[in-house]
């Protein structure tokens, strides 16, 4: 039997394999045997005709690809990295690449290339977290466990439909809630999630700031905060309180389109829930002001002093795998390696590790920014950007006049393929190993399950690859996956709170390492003077609002058994296919309002693009909202590129559209 972990989502489960079947790992701590559809299914999805089984490479995207080596291929981007200016390169990674890979890759990039345009599809999905937490906390850093579920009264959802997109958590809060656990769930829709809620409130998009405020306010006009904490640990409190003085409640309260009676049915669970644990997602982060709304979000726990004690705190839920490891790694642009920064020192002490002189002090191109810097070779890796940045027809473009673009994919029909040059065939799960972090730091190994099929080598050893072949051999000579591992833990000492060099690689697919403990247990924010910080932040309504021509907000999403694009999920011997791939949610007044009946075919469209669905006519969601799952590969036609100005995630969540019926 040989022991692994699902390399789907952040709550990363334990595995064992045996006989050829997978089954959850009953003495892991994460899942304690529980699995859902896709950790099951991991070894059905590399078995699909639909596999990059060879290096693939073609002069222009008119043309066809033509079958390559190796070599020739990795030749051709060695000479047209060497051509290039450095700042004109990108990595373009992902949060689902493991730990070892990022550490290839972002050595690759920052320390010998000498550039910082290394960062990851976290971009769009957890980097206003990883702003916010930085912010408040000083690092980013997870306050709190999982399992503090068990010990918590109130546990607060807010934007995040863990039905669907954290299952196994799900599970576990429906296990806590037998023994008394509260749970609200704030969303505009009344998802799955929403159905095991003792109140669900059902917000207008994009007005979490203004409900967080509203707690916020009565904290401290109820006196509930926690002054001796407040004291001790906590900056800004008079100014936080002076700014609350003003704010204009009645105004607030209507913006989220709760009635009083609604909020003031809340507000009681609250302010009698001696802990409570906030727990968010994309419906936070995904916005053009993503990193307020975690602010106003943590504000809320550092007032009452929930953090840092168990069954308390704000719990960001990461949504892929290993996120958080390519974050620990340094593998966002922002950031230079093991959590250090640009600043002088920091460079130092890398430069000294890695043995290189130049490393460059300006923060790299975002994934956000990549496509649109006129860049000369830009490396995708285990992501699909043209799938998954907004205002695709821009994108679309903006790929067009990169004149090197490589895939490294597991598979062969992701939407940025079609504007690729070459193609390296990637082993995915099952053909490789290495580690990945979850959600609350819990550091674990997949293992290699299944010969590596025949062409395809691991990311890692691809970036290595290529290092080599720029000349960097004496530097990029690794040969397994667990001396990449044992090098970046020696640089994690580099970095005073991070722990991760104590971890033991070959135990962790069964005794998972989880690091930063000691700061929980000290109880110490990472800011420098230790302590946390508070923000005053307001909503601004940048988001696109709803006009006459596009009276509708769309809000996209997940579906519990397809992953993303679904190139490992949608498949046709699999039977993770439960819910329609292409659907619209629409209210039933609305759909009435156009003659929109359940299962007619529609166009939905934005100032920007438009696509074909199929209307689901629901009482779930509010008016003047529709939803469409991300499994539609089309989504981002629709949507809106305006970003957060500090952590440069999009606003996914809230373009404007019209629908339209397909006659
Ligand atoms: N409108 C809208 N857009 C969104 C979102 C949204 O909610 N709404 N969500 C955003 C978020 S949070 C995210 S995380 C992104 C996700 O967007 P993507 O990361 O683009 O989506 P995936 O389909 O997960 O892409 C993973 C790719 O890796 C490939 N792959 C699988 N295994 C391997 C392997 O071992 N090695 C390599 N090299 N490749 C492999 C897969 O075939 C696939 O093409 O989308 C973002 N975009
Ligand atoms: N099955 C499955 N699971 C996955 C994934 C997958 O592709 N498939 N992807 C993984 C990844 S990368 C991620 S990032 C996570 C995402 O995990 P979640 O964020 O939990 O998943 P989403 O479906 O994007 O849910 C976002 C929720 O926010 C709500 N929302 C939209 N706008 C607002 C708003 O203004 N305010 C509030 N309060 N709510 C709002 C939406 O209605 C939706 O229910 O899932 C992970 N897990
Ligand atoms: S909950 Fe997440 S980690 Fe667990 S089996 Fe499902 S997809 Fe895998
Ligand atoms: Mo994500």
């Given at each position: 039997?040989?022991?692994?972990?699902?390399?789907?989502?952040?709550?990363?489960?334990?595995?064992?394999?045996?006989?050829?079947?997978?089954?959850?790992?009953?003495?892991?701590?994460?899942?304690?045997?529980?699995?859902?559809?896709?950790?099951?299914?991991?070894?059905?999805?590399?078995?699909?005709?639909?596999?990059?089984?060879?290096?693939?490479?073609?002069?222009?995207?008119?043309?066809?690809?033509?079958?390559?080596?190796?070599?020739?291929?990795?030749?051709?981007?060695?000479?047209?990295?060497?051509?290039?200016?450095?700042?004109?390169?990108?990595?373009?990674?992902?949060?689902?690449?493991?730990?070892?890979?990022?550490?290839?890759?972002?050595?690759?990039?920052?320390?010998?290339?000498?550039?910082?345009?290394?960062?990851?599809?976290?971009?769009?999905?957890?980097?206003?977290?990883?702003?916010?937490y930085k912010?408040?906390l000083g690092a980013d850093f997870?306050?709190?466990?999982?399992?503090?579920?068990?010990?918590?009264?109130?546990?607060?959802?807010?934007?995040?439909?863990?039905?669907?997109?954290?299952?196994?958590?799900?599970?576990?809060?429906?296990?806590?809630?037998?023994?008394?656990?509260?749970?609200?769930?704030?969303?505009?829709?009344?998802?799955?999630?929403?159905?095991?809620?003792?109140?669900?409130?059902?917000?207008?998009?994009?007005?979490?700031?203004?409900?967080?405020?509203?707690?916020?306010?009565?904290?401290?006009?109820?006196?509930?905060?926690?002054?001796?904490?407040?004291?001790?640990?906590?900056?800004?409190?008079?100014?936080?309180?002076?700014?609350?003085?003003?704010?204009?409640?009645?105004?607030?309260?209507?913006?989220?389109?709760?009635?009083?009676?609604?909020?003031?049915?809340?507000?009681?669970?609250?302010?009698?829930?001696?802990?409570?644990?906030?727990?968010?997602?994309?419906?936070?982060?995904?916005?053009?002001?993503?990193?307020?709304?975690?602010?106003?979000?943590?504000?809320?726990?550092?007032?009452?002093?929930?953090?840092?004690?168990?069954?308390?705190?704000?719990?960001?839920?990461?949504?892929?795998?290993?996120?958080?490891?390519?974050?620990?790694?340094?593998?966002?642009?922002?950031?230079?390696?093991?959590h250090?920064?640009?600043?002088?020192?920091?460079?130092?002490?890398?430069?000294?590790?890695?043995?290189?002189?130049?490393?460059?002090?300006?923060?790299?191109?975002?994934?956000?920014?990549?496509?649109?810097?006129?860049?000369?070779?830009?490396?995708?890796?285990?992501?699909?950007?043209?799938?998954?940045?907004?205002?695709?027809?821009?994108?679309?473009?903006?790929?067009?006049?990169?004149?090197?673009?490589?895939?490294?994919?597991?598979?062969?029909?992701?939407?940025?393929?079609?504007?690729?040059?070459?193609?390296?065939?990637?082993?995915?799960?099952?053909?490789?190993?290495?580690?990945?972090?979850?959600?609350?730091?819990?550091?674990?190994?997949?293992?290699?399950?299944?010969?590596?099929?025949?062409?395809?080598?691991?990311?890692?050893?691809?970036?290595?690859?290529?290092?080599?072949?720029?000349?960097?051999?004496?530097?990029?000579?690794?040969?397994?996956?667990?001396?990449?591992?044992?090098?970046?833990?020696?640089?994690?000492?580099?970095?005073?709170y991070?722990?991760?060099?104590?971890?033991?690689?070959?135990?962790?697919?069964?005794?998972?390492?989880?690091?930063g403990?000691?700061i929980?247990?000290?109880?110490?924010f990472l800011t420098?003077?230790?302590?946390?910080?508070?923000?005053?932040?307001?909503?601004?309504?940048?988001?696109?609002?709803?006009?006459?021509?596009?009276?509708?907000?769309?809000?996209?999403?997940?579906?519990?058994?397809?992953?993303?694009?679904?190139?490992?999920?949608?498949?046709?011997?699999?039977?993770?296919?439960?819910?329609?791939?292409?659907?619209?949610?629409?209210?039933?007044?609305?759909?009435?309002?156009?003659?929109?009946?359940?299962?007619?075919?529609?166009?939905?469209?934005?100032?920007?693009?438009?696509?074909?669905?199929?209307?689901?006519?629901?009482?779930?969601?509010?008016?003047?909202?529709?939803?469409?799952?991300?499994?539609?590969?089309?989504?981002?036609?629709?949507?809106?590129?305006?970003?957060?100005?500090?952590?440069?995630?999009?606003?996914?969540?809230?373009?404007?559209?019209?629908?339209?019926?397909?006659?």
């Open positions: 039997m040989i022991k692994s972990v699902c390399g789907y989502c952040g709550v990363g489960c334990g595995l064992e394999f045996d006989e050829s079947k997978l089954l959850g790992d009953v003495a892991y701590p994460v899942n304690e045997g529980k699995v859902c559809s896709k950790g099951v299914s991991e070894l059905v999805s590399i078995q699909t005709p639909t596999r990059l089984l060879r290096p693939m490479m073609r002069d222009t995207i008119d043309s066809e690809f033509k079958i390559s080596s190796w070599e020739k291929s990795i030749q051709n981007i060695v000479s047209k990295i060497k051509q290039s200016k450095k700042d004109k390169v990108g990595f373009y990674l992902s949060g689902q690449l493991l730990t070892e890979d990022y550490y290839i890759a972002n050595k690759l990039g920052k320390g010998f290339l000498k550039t910082n345009n290394v960062d990851t599809n976290s971009r769009t999905c957890m980097s206003s977290a990883v702003v916010a912010k408040s997870v306050p709190l466990r999982m399992k503090d579920i068990n010990k918590a009264n109130l546990l607060i959802l807010a934007g995040a439909n863990t039905a669907e997109a954290h299952v196994v958590f799900h599970n576990k809060i429906k296990k806590a809630k037998k023994q008394g656990l509260q749970v609200v769930v704030i969303d505009p829709r009344y998802t799955d999630t929403a159905k095991i809620a003792d109140i669900h409130l059902a917000v207008k998009p994009g007005s979490d700031i203004d409900l967080f405020n509203l707690i916020s306010k009565r904290i401290i006009d109820e006196c509930l905060v926690d002054e001796e904490f407040i004291n001790s640990h906590v900056n800004n409190y008079d100014l936080l309180v002076n700014k609350f003085k003003r704010v204009p409640v009645t105004k607030m309260l209507k913006r989220t389109g709760l009635t009083k009676e609604e909020f003031e049915k809340f507000w009681l669970l609250y302010k009698n829930s001696p802990n409570i644990i906030t727990a968010w997602t994309m419906g936070l982060n995904q916005s053009v002001q993503g990193v307020d709304k975690n602010l106003a979000l943590i504000n809320t726990h550092l007032l009452t002093g929930k953090i840092f004690k168990e069954g308390n705190g704000p719990l960001s839920l990461t949504g892929q795998p290993n996120a958080m490891g390519g974050r620990e790694v340094g593998g966002l642009s922002t950031m230079l390696a093991v250090l920064g640009f600043d002088e020192e920091s460079i130092k002490k890398v430069e000294e590790f890695w043995g290189v002189k130049g490393i460059s002090n300006k923060p790299g191109l975002t994934a956000t920014q990549m496509l649109e810097a006129n860049l000369e070779v830009l490396i995708v890796c285990h992501t699909d950007p043209i799938y998954h940045l907004p205002n695709r027809n821009k994108m679309e473009e903006l790929i067009k006049e990169i004149p090197l673009v490589i895939e490294i994919n597991a598979y062969e029909n992701s939407e940025t393929s079609k504007f690729a040059h070459i193609k390296l065939p990637a082993a995915p799960w099952g053909e490789k190993e290495g580690t990945q972090t979850n959600l609350d730091r819990t550091i674990t190994k997949q293992e290699k399950l299944t010969r590596t099929s025949i062409d395809c080598k691991a990311d890692w050893e691809i970036f290595q690859l290529i290092a080599q072949g720029l000349g960097f051999k004496k530097d990029f000579n690794f040969s397994h996956p667990k001396e990449i591992f044992e090098e970046y833990q020696e640089m994690t000492k580099l970095n005073s991070m722990d991760i060099y104590e971890a033991n690689y070959d135990e962790l697919n069964s005794e998972p390492f989880i690091w403990e000691k929980v247990e000290n109880k110490e420098k003077n230790k302590k946390a910080n508070l923000f005053f932040v307001e909503n601004k309504l940048l988001s696109e609002k709803a006009s006459l021509e596009y009276p509708f907000i769309l809000l996209t999403g997940r579906t519990r058994d397809q992953w993303h694009s679904g190139t490992k999920t949608n498949l046709p011997r699999t039977l993770l296919k439960f819910k329609e791939l292409n659907f619209c949610e629409i209210n039933s007044e609305d759909a009435n309002s156009l003659d929109i009946k359940n299962g007619d075919e529609i166009i939905v469209k934005s100032k920007r693009g438009e696509l074909i669905s199929y209307a689901q006519v629901v009482e779930t969601i509010k008016k003047g909202t529709i939803f469409i799952p991300v499994s539609n590969r089309d989504m981002n036609y629709l949507t809106n590129d305006i970003y957060d100005k500090e952590s440069l995630e999009p606003d996914y969540n809230h373009s404007a559209v019209k629908i339209e019926k397909r006659i």
